[in-house]
């Protein structure tokens, strides 16, 4: 597949806002580094003319960037040297380019693949700037393929957006494109996630650690993630996921339940559990060590006030499971969900801002050491928007991460899970062997 450039542009809000710094919490500042999706579209019947979606999508990002002020604004130390956003109105880029093949080509669409970087190419070029002043919070890249169909691609820094307010996000702009009103207006306001004065650190928080002076970047290009000690340096890593078909979900919630030590069990909670152990045992974890798996969760009901839906910022923190891995070898898939879910039900108020202090104090960020993310996207609901041009099939990952576990949706028509990783050839074998067990 080859991906050209038709053309590159900032876009900046039809009007002028009022300038400003936002405040970035300790949440938002623990990513401070870009997400690369992608978002497929089938072709019309009769496909518009490209430069009319083109038009289209620029003149509702400048109506959208009105209200999301932040997102065409830049990174900017204080004189404490904590970075906030600069709300300048510096704009966002977007790329448009055609691609030398139809849709179809490219396959299940719902599997991050390495073509897929084919639809970001035309961005990256503009995150090599040395000063974190020059390099935009967002770019979009609109690919237009033979068949009439459109990908969207967006390189994000997610200090700005967790995922809950991309989707909202890319609610609006769907909205905008079809000449409506935003349908959640945005509030970026994140002082609710304010560090208390003085700090108070009421918690072990196993889910963060403190980053050597090495580490302490404040600014990341895409797709930095860490990878386990036990993923040699150097190896390279096979992309594949494993589908858990529904039934075997219901039969592993079954499972847990005669037990009897649980009363409710989710299909998150099961297959969490099940990638846990069984990655953990994969990469070769000595039995002695202790296996720590993170999962984002939402916490905007947790927080008093609750946030509400309009909430533009990140609301999503690290819940955390961990244990020995010999004791993931020798408990059942039982004790793995109580751990998960241990690690959910610690997440109230009090824990949340205990966080935010240890940040404050430590200036750290998620867990490193013998950890790995699960983050599930088969609820995140996009799919659902009709925008000018056609209806978003799916969201997709660009490409997966060393240290990092997506689930995503089953095919169409296909109720079910698919657990997508990046492991050394060997571990991933070894991984689909062990997640097929009972």
């Known amino acids: ?16 806002t009022k300038r400003g710094r936002l405040f970035l919490s300790n949440i938002d500042l623990t990513l401070v580094a870009y997400h690369e999706s992608v978002a497929f579209f089938l072709p019309k019947p009769v496909p518009d003319p490209f430069p009319e979606v083109e038009k289209t999508l620029k003149t509702a990002l400048t109506r959208l960037l009105v209200h999301y002020d932040f997102m065409a604004g830049r990174l900017a130390p204080t004189p404490a040297g904590v970075l906030e956003i600069d709300c300048n109105d510096a704009g966002v880029v977007v790329a448009t380019a055609t691609a030398s093949c139809s849709l179809e080509w490219l396959g299940e669409l719902m599997m991050p693949k390495p073509e897929y970087k084919e639809l970001v190419k035309h961005l990256v070029g503009h995150l090599n700037k040395k000063n974190m002043e020059d390099k935009p919070l967002l770019l979009l890249q609109l690919t237009r393929f033979q068949c009439g169909g459109h990908a969207l691609a967006c390189l994000c820094n997610h200090c700005t957006l967790d995922g809950i307010g991309i989707r909202t996000f890319c609610a609006n702009l769907a909205a905008c494109t079809l000449g409506k009103d935003l349908l959640v207006p945005p509030n970026p306001d994140r002082t609710i996630f304010k560090a208390r004065v003085p700090p108070k650190i009421s918690y072990p928080h196993h889910e963060y650690s ?18 386990d000690l036990f993923m040699h340096d150097g190896a390279i890593l096979t992309p594949s996921s494993v589908f858990i078909p529904q039934s075997k979900i219901d039969a592993m919630k079954s499972q847990v339940l005669a037990a009897g030590k649980l009363k409710k069990v989710t299909d998150f909670h099961v297959v969490a559990a099940k990638v846990w152990k069984e990655r ?114 799916c969201l997709v990952p660009v490409e997966l991460k060393p240290g990092l576990v997506m689930l995503l949706p089953g095919d169409e028509g296909s109720l079910g899970i698919n657990v997508c990783l990046a492991l050394p050839n060997e571990q991933m074998k070894a991984f689909c062997q062990l997640m097929v067990l009972e």
């Open 210 to 227: 403190k980053l050597s002076p090495q580490e302490l970047s404040p600014f990341s290009i895409p797709g930095e993630c860490h990878a």
């Open 280 to 393: 953990s045992l994969a990469i070769g974890m000595p039995d002695d060590c202790t296996s720590t798996m993170l999962f984002p969760v939402d916490v905007r009901r947790h927080m008093s006030p609750k946030l509400g839906p309009g909430f533009a910022g990140n609301a999503l923190v690290p819940g955390f499971a961990c244990a020995t891995v010999l004791e993931l070898k020798s408990q059942g898939l039982s004790f793995c969900v109580e751990k998960v879910q241990e690690g959910l039900e610690r997440l109230d108020e009090e824990y949340i801002r205990s966080g935010i202090d240890w940040l404050e104090v430590n200036r750290g960020a998620p867990r490193v050491v013998d950890s790995f993310s699960v983050v599930a996207w088969t609820k995140i609901g996009f799919g659902e928007e009709d925008f000018w041009w056609g209806k978003a099939e």
């Open 1 to 16: 597949m080859e991906v050209v450039e038709v053309e590159t542009s900032v876009v900046v809000p039809a009007e002028p």
